[in-house]
């Protein structure tokens, strides 16, 4: 068995472990409270406001969102920026299943598509944002029905 094969079933036996503790538990990390669908926030390092907002209500699997960018002292938009998107459920310790595709907009905006939030529950949606030097990041919190 190669590296990929093995990583790829042991992410899988994860999933399915959660699965199970998901329908054992009837919650999968979630204590019921809801995230606002609509996030923005100044990022940890105090350079970038980030505002990350679902093109449409979240559900169990693939999902778009819309990310916008501003520079914190200037709210100048930020274009042409290396932007990482992962999640992870935190009560569960795994990762969303693969990273989802993001795609400049124009104007500050950056699509991201198909973020894979495989189970019910509460995910930290981390965003990661490099531009001309600069880093900075924030962790979003959403709960998926
Ligand atoms: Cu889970």
């Known amino acids: 068995m190669n590296d990929t094969n093995r990583i ?3 992410r899988f036996s994860r999933v399915l472990l959660c699965s199970l503790a998901f329908s054992w538990l009837a919650a999968c990390g979630g204590e019921g409270s809801s995230a606002s669908p609509d996030q923005e926030s100044i990022g ?3 350079a970038m406001q980030f505002k990350l907002v ?3 209500p979240l559900v169990q699997g693939e999902n778009d969102l819309r990310l916008t960018l501003r520079d914190a002292e200037t709210g ?3 274009e042409g920026a290396l932007i990482e998107v992962t999640a992870i459920m ?3 310790g795994h990762e969303a299943t693969f ?3 993001i795609e400049e907009a124009g104007d500050g905006a950056y699509a991201v598509r198909g973020l894979a939030l495989s189970m019910p529950g509460r995910w930290d949606v981390h965003v990661r944002v490099e531009h001309q030097g600069t880093i900075d990041e924030v ?3 959403y709960d998926v029905p």
Request: hydrophobic share 50%.
């Open 8 to 10: 790829s079933r042991a």
């Open 44 to 46: 940890l390092r105090g």
């Open 54 to 56: 679902p093109e449409a």
């Open 76 to 78: 100048a938009v930020v």
């Open 90 to 92: 935190p009560a569960m």
């Open 99 to 101: 990273a989802p595709a």
């Open 139 to 141: 962790h979003f919190y």
